[in-house]
C-alpha cells in the first residue's frame, strides 16, 4: 500500500510536469507503463505488430490529452481506459478480417507446439507456469473469450485493477464486473481443466 | 444460509456462483463457512474450486512481454509528427533539442551539430544592427515614396468613384494653401 501511494505520488510529479510541456517527463510515464499496456494489448489483440501500434496510439493521445488529466483517477486506469477505447476501436474496424488474422497467428504458434500437446496430469502451479504451452493454451483461451470477458479479467487478474477501476474502464456498474469476472474465469477453467488436472 | 454437505444441484449452483468472489475473498465470514462446508462433502464442487484457483493463478503470472528495442525511436518519432497540433514554447523546444544530445546515438552527429550552430552564429552576428545602442531609423525618403504612390492613385481616380475625387479636391486645398503659406 505505501509502495502504490509513492508510486502515485511520483505518478502526481511527472503528470504536473508532463502537463507544463515537460516531454522529459512525459517520457517517463511511457517507459513506467509501456510494457503494461503492451502486455494488455498485445492480450486483446493478439498481434505483435498491432499491440505495439495501438501501445504508441495509447500513448500519443495521453500525450495530447495530457493537460486535461485530472488526478481524481490514476495515471494506470486513465492510460488502461484509453487503450481499452482503442482495442474497441481496433476491433470493430478488424472484425472481417480477424478470422485470417487469428489462423495465421494460430498456424505459427501450433508448429511449435504439436511436439508437446500433451496434457500434464500433476498439477504444479510454479512448475507449469514455466511451462510454455500452458502459457499459450491461457493465451488461446483468452483470445476465445468474448471481449467484454477478457477485458475485465486482463484488467483484474493479470494487471491487478480494482473493481471500481475496472467499472470505470469498461463503463458499467460494479455488479456486471463481478458477474464478467466469474463468467471469464469459469470459461478460462473450462477451456483449460485438463491442463489443471483434478 | 447453511448449505448441505451431500450433492444438492442448487447448492451446487449457488456455491459455483460464489467461486470467483471467494477465491478474491470478497465474500462474509458467514459466507465462507457455507462454501467451505459444501466444498467439504461435494467432491465437484471441490475440484471446480481448485481448478478455478489454478486458472486464477496462471493469469496472476502469466507472461509478460515486452515492447521492441526500437518501441520509443519509433514513439518519439510518431510524436515528433502530432507535435505542431500542440503549441510548444521556445524554451521547451530547446530544453527538448538538448536533451536528445544525451542520447547516446547523438555523439556521432556532435561535427554537423557544431558546423551547424557556427552557421547559426554567423547568421546572428551579421543580422545584428551595426550600432546596438542606436536602433536604426527608416529615412523619410522610405516613407515619402508609398505616400507619393497613394496620392498618385487616389488621384488618377480612374473609375469616377466620388469618395476618390472628394479626396483628390480635399488634397488639392491641403496642397494649395501649403504653398501659400510658404509663399
Given at each position: 500500500m505505501v509502495a502504490l501511494g509513492a508510486t502515485m505520488q511520483a505518478d502526481t510529479a511527472l503528470i504536473q510536469r508532463a502537463q507544463a510541456n515537460d516531454r522529459a517527463a512525459f517520457n517517463e510515464i511511457v517507459l513506467r507503463y509501456k510494457a503494461k499496456v503492451y502486455n494488455y494489448i498485445f492480450r486483446m489483440v493478439h498481434n505483435v505488430v498491432e499491440a505495439e501500434d495501438l501501445t504508441q496510439e495509447t500513448f500519443v493521445r495521453a500525450y495530447l490529452s495530457i493537460r486535461s488529466?485530472?488526478?481524481?483517477?490514476s495515471l494506470n486506469t486513465w492510460l488502461f481506459r484509453i487503450a481499452t477505447n482503442l482495442c474497441i476501436d481496433y476491433s470493430r474496424k478488424h472484425k472481417k478480417t480477424q478470422g485470417l488474422t487469428t489462423s495465421l497467428s494460430q498456424e505459427s504458434e501450433d508448429e511449435e507446439e504439436t511436439q508437446r500437446?500433451?496434457?500434464?496430469?500433476?498439477?504444479?502451479p510454479q512448475r507449469l507456469l514455466l511451462n510454455k504451452e500452458l502459457g499459450s493454451r491461457l493465451d488461446q483461451a483468452l483470445r476465445d473469450l468474448p471481449e467484454k470477458l477478457r477485458t475485465v479479467v486482463l484488467l483484474y487478474?493479470?494487471?491487478?485493477?480494482?473493481y471500481d477501476e475496472i467499472a470505470d474502464i469498461a463503463g458499467c456498474p460494479l455488479g456486471t464486473v463481478k458477474s464478467r469476472l466469474f463468467n471469464a474465469r469459469a470459461s478460462l477453467r473450462d477451456k483449460l481443466a485438463s491442463y489443471l488436472g483434478a | 444460509m447453511k448449505f448441505s454437505t451431500h450433492d444438492n444441484e442448487s447448492d451446487c449452483l449457488t456455491v459455483q456462483a460464489r467461486l470467483s468472489d471467494y477465491i478474491d475473498s470478497n465474500l462474509s465470514a458467514r459466507q465462507v463457512l457455507d462454501v467451505e462446508g459444501h466444498l467439504t462433502g461435494c467432491a465437484h464442487c471441490a475440484t471446480l474450486a481448485r481448478q478455478m484457483q489454478s486458472t486464477v493463478d496462471l493469469l496472476h503470472s502469466a507472461q509478460q512481454r515486452d515492447t521492441s528495442d526500437d518501441f520509443m525511436a519509433k514513439f518519439h518519432a510518431r510524436l515528433d509528427g502530432v507535435e505542431p497540433t500542440r503549441s510548444r514554447g521556445v524554451l521547451q523546444a530547446m530544453r527538448d533539442w538538448l536533451n536528445t544530445l544525451r542520447?547516446?546515438?547523438m555523439i556521432g552527429r556532435i561535427p554537423a551539430l557544431g558546423l551547424s550552430m557556427g552557421v547559426v552564429a554567423l547568421l546572428i552576428f551579421f543580422a545584428a544592427?551595426?550600432?546596438?545602442g542606436h536602433p536604426q531609423v527608416a529615412a523619410p525618403s522610405q516613407f515619402a515614396a508609398p505616400l507619393s504612390y497613394n496620392v498618385a492613385l487616389t488621384a488618377s481616380n480612374p473609375f469616377d468613384d466620388p469618395a476618390a475625387a472628394n479626396l483628390e479636391a480635399a488634397s488639392a486645398r491641403k496642397d494649395s494653401s501649403l504653398t501659400a503659406e510658404t509663399e
Open positions: 488529466f485530472q488526478s481524481r483517477a500437446d500433451i496434457p500434464d496430469v500433476a498439477f504444479d487478474d493479470v494487471e491487478g485493477l480494482a | 542520447e547516446p546515438m544592427p551595426t550600432q546596438p
